[in-house]
């Protein structure tokens, strides 16, 4: 019975954190105004990502000449552009001030020696502000206290579990080692659905801003790496930790 009822728990606990781990990487991802410059610096490696922060950044980007693009797009890869563009926060009324974005992107063309492209992003607008949407702001706030509130409530479910799945456990070390092996894979699987998302997002939205941070995801690896390794972390110590624990004697 004490068997049975450790399998179940630590199952239960594995499903719960995997939900968290998933909640928790939203959050503090794409779901995470403050760190939104630093998802969108993520990105710039994809010419997706890329073509899609320039639209927003430079308006009238797609009707610029050819030539112009072109330089407009490897100036974007720069370092100095990319160290501003990880600052962009969006306030608490969904807007992002991009200018300093545009200043260093007209700057690196001057210094890379394209005066006429960077006189073309300098004509782009006065217009340095990016709103999001009202509604899909609110979608946004929404899906973030959601997120936070499945990430702590499923996080604290899914501990609660695994102490349980311990506890009763005939052989502690078999359970320790479970334990740290179900957070190894919840982060994978966290993992992989992050990956999996955007190619997905196309079809569970028509909105484009939504569809925009979807894209933003995939990129994003250092990020999800970082919230992913203390987890991944605590799995490694619980199972060599097992290690201390006697081995349960045969019957």
């Known amino acids: 019975m004490r068997s049975f009822i450790a399998v179940v728990a630590l199952l239960l606990a594995s499903a719960l954190s995997t939900g968290a781990l998933l909640a928790y990487l939203a959050h503090e991802t794409v779901l995470d105004p403050e760190r939104a410059g630093e998802v969108l610096s993520d990105g710039l490696d994809s010419p997706e990502v890329r073509a899609r922060v320039l639209a927003r950044t430079v308006p009238g980007y797609a009707n610029l000449p050819e030539p112009h693009r072109a330089e407009v797009d490897r100036a ?147 990020t999800i790496a970082t919230t992913l390794f203390p987890v991944a972390a605590v799995g490694v110590l619980l199972m060599v930790g097992s290690l201390a624990l006697p081995a349960r004697p045969r019957a």
């Open 76 to 222: 974007a890869q720069s370092r100095q552009v990319d160290r501003a563009l990880s600052e962009v926060a969006v306030d608490s009324d969904g807007r992002a001030d991009l200018s300093p974005v545009r200043q260093e992107l007209s700057r690196a063309l001057t210094e890379a020696g394209y005066p006429e492209a960077a006189a073309a992003v300098d004509r782009a607008g006065p217009d340095n502000t990016v709103r999001i949407p009202s509604r899909t702001w609110a979608q946004y706030t929404e899906a973030r206290d959601a997120s936070w509130w499945v990430a702590t409530r499923a996080g604290l479910a899914a501990a609660v579990l695994f102490l349980v799945g311990i506890l009763s456990a005939r052989s502690k070390r078999t359970a320790l080692v479970s334990t740290g092996l179900a957070l190894l894979i919840s982060g994978a699987l966290s993992w992989m659905v992050f990956r999996l998302v955007p190619e997905q997002a196309p079809r569970l939205s028509t909105d484009p801003w939504l569809r925009d941070l979807a894209a933003l995801l995939s990129p994003s690896s250092a």
